[in-house]
């Protein structure tokens, strides 16, 4: 696919890329490596969610093909956007070139019901282990600290955080 000056975008300054657990091993090992199908209208590229809110159904598609979606519903039901890796990518870091992906942008318009020009990127070049950072949805913590004069304090961390695992 012949990049135009239309297609390229300024990303957030993070990116998610969302996979399969299943991958996470070969991720860690090797990076985000571009990949691509021969005879397809999908250009080589890492995908990525270019948003800054927490993963929630809007997402979706989290992963592509969805075929891996089946296995995961089984396991956590209605909590299908918890499911997944998200990997945030660092574009700071990078000098990686990103580009609006139409693909996405055209089959889900309808399905979101407005124009996700800027949502669905890519880039077509590898992403390496430096520039990720493993997020997943983990148990919210909550604290009280006791103050002055009979004040108690919250302090918490969202579930949505760099994975402890």
């Known amino acids: 696919m012949e990049k135009s ?5 300024k990303t957030h300054r993070y990116v ?10 070969g991720i860690l090992a090797w990076g985000l490596m571009a990949h691509g199908r021969k005879n397809s209208c999908i250009p080589k590229g890492v995908y990525a969610h270019n948003l800054t809110t927490k993963p929630n159904a809007e997402w979706y598609p989290f992963v592509y093909p969805f075929e891996s979606d089946f296995d995961l519903e089984e396991m956590y039901g209605n909590s299908i956007v918890e499911a997944y890796d998200y990997w945030r990518i660092d574009t700071k870091i990078l000098k990686n070139e990103w580009l609006v992906d139409n693909a996405a942008r055209e089959d889900f318009k ?14 077509p070049q590898d992403v390496p282990l ?36």
Request: with cysteine; net charge neutral; aromatic share 16%.
């Open 5 to 9: 000056l239309d297609n390229l975008i």
């Open 16 to 25: 998610f890329h969302v996979a399969h657990p299943a991958c996470r091993e």
């Open 110 to 123: 309808p399905y979101l019901g407005y124009d996700p020009r800027h949502m669905y990127v890519y880039t």
């Open 130 to 165: 430096r520039a990720l950072t493993l997020f997943r949805f983990q148990q919210e913590k909550q604290w009280d600290i006791k103050g002055e004069k009979g004040t108690v304090h919250v302090l918490g961390i969202d579930g949505f955080r760099p994975y402890e695992g």
